[in-house]
């Protein structure tokens, strides 16, 4: 079917909240490339939102998953364990640095990886608190939507949201909210608002992904350690986007060294495939009781045998060092965008998490996100897939492919800036 034929039939059928805006559909795709129904070629900046680190389809994961069809599709683990299931649980234990030894459970999506973990701290602790901050985004079921530190699109128009959720400020110096502010903020919060003694976990993103892309410094990290250590709460990192290699190492968080008694991760985890993770100390993994956690669909054979061919892909092509490579070629294109158009600031990367403002006034900081949308509207057109994301709408983030090869990733640069060029 064409592009127009498949619009027609998405503004009939499907629901309006849950229609994408793009009229191109995906047709095929390969590494950081995609061809639409019509036939364009699209290069992909956008990795399906960070769950392509390793590239459309990659090779490894498509025979992967081929061989595991062959075998068993579905069981439902808690049913009928298999093997998959213990195997990706068994890796991920040993690569997730959490406090101790490791225990894991599966999911589908990022944000039942977050509700589980949130059901785990407070089997763990006793307490039903949880505190978040500031621009985190954690996710799209009722209790998730109450985590996210921003409103619009996430929580409007469907009502009150579950209690008990409480707001602290994340440390962005750009923005104006220092780290000592941000911990203020948190301490204030947890006198005011959020009694110690009975809140459960603090969740935050070591690089706040939806909320634009900035990481949180090593020494914030470590006080938030010291404040959960503090009160006898649980520390939940939140990998959905930052992890798997995308900032140049597993997870964002090894960054700084800080050990979390909790840590959840899906996206680019299986290369497409829906599955996630928490991984726990095992004595908190362990509190709650017999058939609490799970789900009919939560690590299925094929996302778990996509799961660990993606592991693989990571030993035999050294992708972290792509990941840091990557992000070194970005920053040094951004540098010369910065010095070139005034509309570009703050320029700044992790390893290939990469992002740089649009403002209208780099002196006052304005944000300019009505360029960020212009900006993202052009590369289409010209055939790029470009995502924009922040408080203020006007972050550009680059999530593609970290295996994107050299002439594929030049091509993208080289449109965007002729799209500044016309547009500023």
Known sequence: MSNAELNELKQKYVAAGAASPATAFADRAENAEIWDADGNRFIDFAGGIGVLNVGHRHPKVVAAVKAQLDKVMHTCQTVMPYEGYVKVAEKLSHLVPVRGHAKVMLANSGAEALENAVKIARAATGRS???????????????TMAMNGKVAPYQTDFGPMPGTVFRAPYPVPYHGVSEDEALRGLKMTLKTDANPKDTAAIVLEPVLGEGGFYPASKSFLEKIREICDEHGMLMIIDEVQSGFGRTGKMFAIEHSGVEPDIMTMAKSMADGMPISAIVGTDKVMDASGPNSLGGTYTGSPTACAAALAVLEVF?????????????????????????KFDCIDNVRNMGAMAAFELVSNKTDRTPNPELAAALCKKAREEGLILLSCGMYGNTIRFLMPVTIEDSVLNEGLDIIESCLESLV
């Open 129 to 143: 608190n949880v505190i978040c901050f500031d621009g985190g985004y954690h996710g799209r079921t009722f209790y």
């Open 315 to 339: 030993e035999e092509e050294n992708i972290l060092e792509k990941s840091r490579t990557l992000g070194e070629k970005l920053a040094a294109r951004f540098g010369e965008w910065q010095t």
